[in-house]
């Protein structure tokens, strides 16, 4: 056979994916995953939606429609950005599929092999997934509670050629839970202007805040116009319609629905024609609000169970949103073999080791965390089993 | 704004895009689209599946799923190719967003800047849009009624370094409706292996066969699988659904599988299920049968009544199944300017240019037409109007 193209070396299996399958196995309790809670799901609504759109004399919801996406979703998205400090129109708008080919089509827009793309430490192991076939280099910028450190940003983009985006997920990061101060976002698009790089905005989580004021995205405070941001219905909505935006300039925006009609055409129609329906005739802010109590509620009891059954020497990220917290321990500790060695075989747990979300020099002893979708019962007794485990092997 | 990649010079706006616009206008009679009929969707059953699937005790549809698509989705693709003389395992298929993703994917995976993609001449545009981004070369072999004249694609093996890729729609071709003989596709497997280059088999249309025999696909007489096949259920279930597959070796598929991992996690997980239970609850070969005589009075109108009413020296291709002609003019006709000067504003009529179906050395005396999913009388009428312009014009 012929050979594989060279950015085929930097497409690998996960060494997360072969233990994630075992998320299924219901003697398993997962902290690993990063799904919402399947019983938030609109799906009476969405059974209503799908039965009333599925009509003989409305078969152009099955037919092929615009690369960029249905324009009364467009509409409906720019609304709620334009609600939430981004003014724009439509056209502004490119429905994509899911936040993940976001990701994809921005880094394919700007990304040469050898340009640089500087990550938070750690970041979202699924943009590094997206982002390596366009062969970057990373560096990558340490974090705090008020998220990337800018400081430190800045240094990188002194000392650094060819950094063409900075990535970050300013709201209940993935994987710390982590969200960048105001004053952080400020200094980031002060820094992009600076060094001419562009931004790479990407708030899945941004609606799911359970505490603490919402803050401006940084779009929102570039008057210069050079963040993508990107934005997904995945955690609002369902993930298994695969529906997420992504808002940028006329320029960026157009040059993004022509690499997206080059990937896969358009995303599906129907699935477009259901979310457009559900934001036109439903109230999608009440169904949000409905669901935070529930996810705050696992956050609460995730973490007071961590501090009354974890060992001393272990911390963890307190997320005002989002499905995660970061678990950092002490520094001997590797937790892929240690969930390999006795995590998963005396405790059937599982959480996300931390060394994939490191863009580079990974660190061994950290874990990402879900409190997502666990039962109350499971997630104590499975945290409880994991600090008895860690009390034995910390000693 | 910092520079983009050196590939988005390769992702420009389609010269076609602008008059396809038009294609929704209802004065407007379209021989332009490539779209199915959609009058012919299995809109009924596609109501009752969608409602049963989207119960409360049934969320999961809604959730993540793999991103080699659903499991059950994949045994009836591969029961359904293996039934086709392509013996494979669910293990083997790949889900993908419709047939254009499969185009992306295997480029990705095999083709580096100013690699070689060999073309059929004319090709699919649809292709060429989803090589681009990989910033191949191009070198293109001609066409006769026997598909690829493969006489001529040795002669662009023998000679021309870094050829990865063989790209063929051997099936009612997109855009000449041309079949690629059973001994041309032989040959064509033959010099794969000789020159070891990849072939990349795209057969959206195959089922829409109209008369004469069906031939193995390529992948059939390959037995050492230098074959990617590509399908879509866009053609034989609904286009706004979104999904396709790839056939190819365990190592093939497993890195299509990352690459589509990376790109947009997975296709969406009601649309899999949905398809799913199409397929396992209904005969699909019956709702195939169904739609044939539909589409072959429809190209059967379209030829006669070119014959009829077109003048003399234009010749055209009848495809034994698909949804294309390929018409040839006299070679002075420039059918993009003919259009946009006389068939629109005159006729109201509207082809498909065929200059950007030429991956190299473009001729501009030919268009694409399609019969698809326009009325009898619309169609004898946009085509009479047509004949007494090309008369007027050709003197």
Chains 1, 2 share one sequence.
Not at 20 to 38: E, K, N, Q, V, W
Not at 111 to 124: K, L, M, N
Not at 287 to 292: D, E, G, Q, T
Not at 372 to 381: F, K, N
């Amino acid at each position: 056979m012929t050979a594989f193209a060279r950015r085929a070396e930097r497409v690998q299996p996960s060494a997360i994916r072969e233990f994630l399958s075992l998320a299924t196995d219901p003697r398993i309790t997962s902290f690993a995953g990063g799904y919402p809670d399947p019983t938030l799901f609109p799906v009476e609504e969405l059974h209503e939606i799908y039965a009333s759109l599925l009509t003989a004399d409305n078969a152009s919801a099955l037919q092929y429609t615009a690369s960029e996406g249905l324009p009364e979703l467009r509409a409906l998205v720019a609304a709620r950005l334009t609600a939430d400090g981004m003014p724009c129109t439509a056209d502004d708008v490119l429905i994509t599929q899911g936040g993940q080919q976001g990701l994809d089509l921005t880094a394919k827009l700007f990304v040469d092999a050898g340009d640089v793309v500087v990550t938070e430490r750690p970041t979202f192991l699924g943009a590094l997934i997206a982002f390596n076939p366009c062969e970057p280099s990373y560096r990558s910028v340490p974090m705090d509670d008020e998220g990337m450190d800018t400081v430190a940003l800045e240094e990188v983009l002194r000392t650094t050629d060819r950094v063409k985006l900075v990535y970050t997920v300013p709201d209940f990061q993935n994987p710390t839970g982590r969200t960048m101060s105001l004053a952080r976002r400020r200094h980031l698009v002060e820094l992009a202007e600076r060094y001419d790089v562009m931004i790479l905005e990407d708030t899945p989580y941004r609606e799911l805040r359970y505490e603490g004021e919402r803050l401006p995205t940084i779009r929102n405070l570039d008057p210069n116009n050079l963040v993508v941001h990107l934005g997904s219905f995945s955690k609002i909505l369902a993930p298994g319609l695969r529906l997420g935006w992504a808002l940028a300039t006329p320029e960026v925006r157009e040059k993004l629905a022509l690499l997206k009609l080059a990937a896969d055409t358009q995303n599906g129609t129907l699935n477009m024609r259901a979310a457009a329906a559900y934001l036109g005739g439903h109230d999608v802010e009440a169904h949000i609000a409905s669901m935070l109590p529930v996810y705050r509620h696992q956050r609460d009891l995730m973490l007071a169970t961590m501090a009354e059954h974890f060992p001393p020497g272990i911390s963890w990220t307190r997320a005002e949103g989002g499905l995660f917290t970061w678990v950092t321990f002490p520094e001997g500790l590797d937790l892929a073999a240690f969930q390999r060695d006795v995590l998963i075989p005396r405790a059937g747990v599982i959480i996300v080791p931390g060394t994939p979300f490191f863009a580079e020099r990974p660190e061994a002893h950290h874990a990402r965390m879900s409190f997502s979708g666990v039962p109350d019962d499971r997630m104590v007794a499975g945290l409880r089993a994991m600090g008895s485990l860690l009390a034995d092997a910390l000693g």
